[in-house]
């Protein structure tokens, strides 16, 4: 019998978990909804600031702009974005892991980190890397100031010649079942693919110079903006599909123990059964 | 149509105007006024306030520093139309 009720007591654990993963898995798929609504509505900004730039940029001369300025990389600035949570599978174990190689590639003394998120804010400060920023606790409230204040402080790490070059390492979103590590140049901005050589007859307001000057930040933090959302579509859908595993999971599981607790029940019943045939036969005797 | 189109982005929120007879945005030299075939410009904006008015109504927005695009000048093949680009905007009611 105390088998029985271990069985049961199994059972309904499993049954609770279950529960819990596939309300997990609404609520990551909803989440997911939300950041690619977000994503949408930021992609005009982006689009028409890089086509603003675009124009403006070849008639100014590049070493005037500190943020496009090409100078010998000494020092490299790393932004690593992973979630603050886990249960969503590899998807913060693959980002260190390319994280970790580019350092050991790029020498660890020459690399300065930027870490969003907790997972990485934690790895790489217990294993004594160079963290120079660290931001986590933002991505429940995350809004587009926070993209703002993340990318200044990269964005004055590089004016300040403390870094030469910013890359950012992150999870982009592809489909709800796959998403794709990549890695990212952000500093110094490089449009000369882009560069839009018709030339218009345009007035400028103070002028060429000031204006891209200040576009180009906009642009940057609208790029910070665009790649925080999609980490964080990553990650919800990589949570979401865990959580659909678990849930799958956890059914196999149920229907398992459902099987051992009906055997271990009729092993009972016969027992108890052969008990009271067996007493009967003894009063007869 | 008498009026041009004007396009208010934020990474946020857009919104879009057909028919706008005047758009009052505030420069860092001072508020200026954009009317139909205004020369092709391109503004540094500061906080203020920008006032719409298209042929049936008027609408105020209380912005963010910015940037406005103009490309309204006929004597240009270019589409005609107004952006603004700005980090925040709220309608002011």
Known sequence: MANLKNLSERIKSVTSIQQVTKAMKMVAAAKVKKAQEKMEISRPYSHNTQELICRILPQVSPLDITLVEKREVKNFGLIVITSDRGFAGSFNSSVIRLAEKEISRLGKDNVKLFCLGKKSSEYFSKRKYNVKEKYFDFWRDMSFQTASEISQSFINAFEAQEVDEVHVIYNRFKTLSSQELVIEKVLPVDFTSNYNVKNYNYDYEPGQKQIVSKLIPKHIKVQMWQQLLESYSSEEAARMIAMDNATENAKEIIKDLKLEFNKARQAAITTEMLEIVGGAEALVD | ?93
Not at chain 2, 17 to 28: A, I, K, Q, Y
Not at chain 2, 79 to 84: A, G, N
């Open chain 2, 1 to 93: 149509m008498n009026g041009y189109t004007l396009e208010i982005i934020t990474p946020l929120k857009s919104y879009k105007f057909s028919d706008v007879v005047h758009t009052l945005c505030p420069g860092e030299s001072g508020y200026f006024g954009i009317l139909k075939n205004h020369t092709n410009s391109i503004i540094n904006l500061k906080e203020g306030v920008i006032s719409v008015k298209t042929a049936k109504e008027k609408i105020d927005f209380s912005c963010s520093s910015g940037i406005v695009d103009i490309n309204s000048d006929p004597a240009d093949d270019i589409e005609d139309r107004v952006v603004v680009l700005l980090e925040d905007i709220q309608e002011v009611k």
